[in-house]
């Protein structure tokens, strides 16, 4: 990290790892996945590191069961972990009657529901561009496809009232929302916000041209804004409904966000998973990957004065 140029707007709060993804605050520390070590580690605002666990088949999304039990999505064999008291992890569910590529971020509602998106298809083979679905994990480990036809769905995060779930789609130039009914299924789709037209087509090359700005990860204020890492655009984005952009923050040429969450001790803190590209062959030959952070004004979504969102989950991206 020491030959790249870092923007003087940030600190750095741990570096030299693979590919962070899905940062997560809980309990006076930042919760993260990092790829290609297969690590899900948790650190400090002093950035110790603490390794949590280790999946051979690459960690991504994290989330808790409400008796406070880790979920860590398990990308390449299509599952759902669960770390046990005793540090064993157990299969939580199956997910690859619903994902039709890697499985991706998620977002874990009060009652313990999972919701857990997917890439749609072969990514880094190159595949034709497809729709994925969302899938919804119960808190007994019953899955379900609660929504269809998404374009890459990547970051979640849930209302603090429990009543509206939003996604962003990294491939649709959009950030999509569900009214969340009673029992967990999910209403139909709405444009939260849209930063261009749905890309048409499936030639991957194609569609990615088409696209304008491209949100990954994704974390939620209490102004009810959304923070994204734009994964194309070298920049994090503060955006209101409808896709007004309210705050932009350049992450220099070097770098490029891919998540982000909010936290720290008040709660006003952004911290972004920064790395130079997304490219699986360099990400695992090297260690660029860093998590800085700065300050921010609004808090997380229902920041409380015990120093914790309260049911607010603000879900990282994955890719």
Known sequence: MSDIEIPSSFSILISGFSFLESPRWREGRLWLSDF??????ACDMAGRVEKIAELPHQPSGLGWLPDGRLLVVSMRDRKLMRREADGRLLVHADLSAVAGGHANDMAVDRHGNAYVGNFGFDLAGGGTVRSAQLARVAPD???VAVAY??????GIVITPDGQTLIVAETMGNRLSAFAIAD???LGSRVDWAKFGPLPE??????VKEQIEVAPDGVALDDAGAVWLADAIGHRVLRVARG?????????GRAMRAYACALGGPDGRTLFLCVAPDPDEQARKAARDAAVWHLPVNVPAAGWAAAGAPAQAMAAGGAG
Do not use: A
């Not at 290609?36 to 580690?41: C, G, K, P, S």
């Not at 036809?149 to 990547?154: A, G, M, T």
């Not at 896709?243 to 992450?251: I, K, M, Y």
């Open 141 to 143: 480990g019953q899955v």
């Open 36 to 41: 290609y070590t297969r690590q899900v580690i």
């Open 201 to 206: 087509g499936s030639d991957l090359q194609s």
């Open 183 to 185: 029992d967990g299924s």
């Open 243 to 251: 896709g007004r952009v309210l705050q932009e923050v350049s992450t």
């Open 149 to 154: 036809d998404l374009r890459f769905p990547n």
